[in-house]
């Protein structure tokens, strides 16, 4: 289909999910990820709990929803990869081409985010490997604590558990939209809800449920302040995957007729029950062992704290090993998202089959991956800036990239493109729930966006 049919017969050029459910799971499976898993509990548990959790969904509404509509709305108006969709629709609605460049930046945010959480992924295949072996039983936090020092030390380790990673995602993405991308997800996600409620049932008979229900669900607002908000706005726009173009990558492949609202709504509610009962477990097995889930922070709480308690609880080998597999599975699906930007760039700009720009786009994420490895061993001496190169990596990425490319996806929705257009993709019988976007997307999306990028680079 020629680039000058009007937007509404544009097609993609990949193909379309089969179905609704099956791009809920595929947007769901790019936002559950280890952000879900891992750092919610974290960032509750540093910012009081309950009251940070209430903070957290109402952000969630507040910037998490409009953006989200945004993304998708652009993907399918564009119906190519985010930086042609952006190119596409700057010439449709205001008559430039330069809006491209939005695309750009979360190509490549995309494209780097990948290059080391290719790495981190890595280590829970090393994790579950070990885990189920038992290495972990009886062992104390000393002991504990070494086995992860040890695996940030060896080069070759991450090495190895980085190209199985890498090499399975490559795999996926060359597979295509619906053999590929549509088959994993539909197994994987089903997958990981099974796993994560046989964790619950196990943190309900082996942890301490009610320590941890009470701490994530009943309110104390002496615990929040300022910054205790930022977080909770920060993390209510990494969650979903936005800013990356993965969004707006998978939005493309939308048919028509599905109504955006209803599937932006499914997937944040799925998005929000996975973190919501994963933080259960967690704090379950944290209170369990009397460990203060305020102490626990980055990757401490995943590698060395859950490792020491499952290690000292009854069946801990083998909930320890599905508790890696979860990390995994979540690791995995949003790992294709990030991917997937980029190789659709790669197929329609170079013409080459999606076999081969999987190869060349995940061979050079691959070899970035190795600057996060070095950093833990070789080059753990050079810093610069922020620290070592992983650290210069994730700041840039996430302080500076994903704020900046999401404000511009929202920006561009909600004020330069036409209302005619956004009320073509969005469905303007449903006035209320538009006028609700339109609102949010205007103004206070926008603003939250600015405030979290001016407070990540230290100027607010």
């Known amino acids: 289909m020629s680039e000058k049919n009007s937007p509404s017969e544009r097609q993609s050029l990949h193909g379309q999910w089969s179905s609704r459910l099956a791009f809920i799971l595929a947007v769901s499976g790019s936002a559950v990820g280890l952000g879900n898993i891992w750092k919610f509990p974290y960032i509750t548990g540093v910012n009081g709990g309950g009251a940070f959790v209430l903070v957290y969904l109402l952000c969630i509404v507040a910037i998490g929803l409009p953006i989200m509509i945004s993304e998708i709305m652009l993907g399918r108006r564009g119906r190519r990869n985010p930086i042609t969709s952006m190119e596409l629709l700057g010439r ?13 930046i979360g190509l490549v945010a995309g494209f780097l985010i990948l290059s080391y959480y290719s790495v981190i992924a890595g280590w829970t295949l090393n994790y579950f490997i070990l885990s189920s072996k038992g290495t972990f039983t009886g062992l104390m936090a000393p002991d504990v604590n070494q086995v992860f020092e040890n695996l940030n030390q060896s080069f070759s380790t991450q090495l190895i558990f980085h190209t199985i990673f890498m090499a399975v995602t490559i795999l996926i993405i060359a597979k295509g939209i619906r053999q590929g991308l549509e088959r994993v997800v539909v197994i994987l996600m089903p997958a990981l809800f099974f796993i994560l409620i046989v964790l619950l049932f196990y943190a309900i008979s082996q942890g301490n449920i009610s320590e941890g229900f009470t701490f994530m669900f009943k309110p104390d607002f002496t615990k929040i302040d300022g910054s205790s908000v930022l977080a909770a706005m920060g993390h209510a726009f990494f969650t979903l995957s936005l800013g990356m173009g993965c969004v707006v990558a998978y939005g493309a492949y939308l048919p028509k ?24 477990v967690v704090f379950s097995i944290v209170f369990d062992n009397n460990l203060d889930p305020s102490q626990i922070a980055g990757a401490g709480l995943i590698f060395k704290t859950l490792p020491l308690a499952f290690g000292q609880m009854p069946s801990g ?43 060349i786009m995940g061979s050079i994420i691959w070899a970035l ?45 909600g004020w330069f493109m036409s209302k005619k257009s956004s009320s073509d993709e969005l469905d303007i019988n449903r006035k209320f729930q538009y006028k609700f976007w339109r609102f949010l997307a205007r103004y206070i999306a926008p603003i939250g966006v600015l405030v979290i990028f001016l407070n990540a680079i230290g100027l607010f």
């Not at 599905?258 to 933080?279: H, M, N, P, Q, R």
């Not at 890696?324 to 790669?346: D, K, N, Y």
């Not at 991956?369 to 990596?393: A, H, Q, R």
Request: one cysteine or more; proline letters at 2%; glycine letters at 8%.
């Open 317 to 359: 080998v083998f909930f320890g090993s599905i508790f890696f597999i979860l990390l995994g599975f979540a690791a995995l699906t949003s790992a294709i998202s990030l991917l997937e930007p980029s190789v659709a760039w790669m197929i329609e700009r170079k013409n080459l089959s999606r076999g081969l720009s999987a190869i």
């Open 369 to 413: 991956g190795l600057f996060t490895v070095l950093s833990g061993n070789e080059l753990s001496d050079f810093t610069f800036w922020k620290g070592t190169l992983f650290d210069n990596i994730d700041h840039l990425t996430s302080n500076i990239l994903l704020p900046t490319s999401g404000l511009l996806f929202t920006v561009f929705a």
């Open 257 to 280: 007729q599905e109504s955006i609202f209803k599937t932006t709504y499914a997937i944040i509610i799925c998005d929000t029950l996975i973190a919501l009962v994963a933080g259960l």
């Open 92 to 104: 449709e609605e205001t008559g430039s081409g330069t809006w491209k460049f939005v695309g750009v």
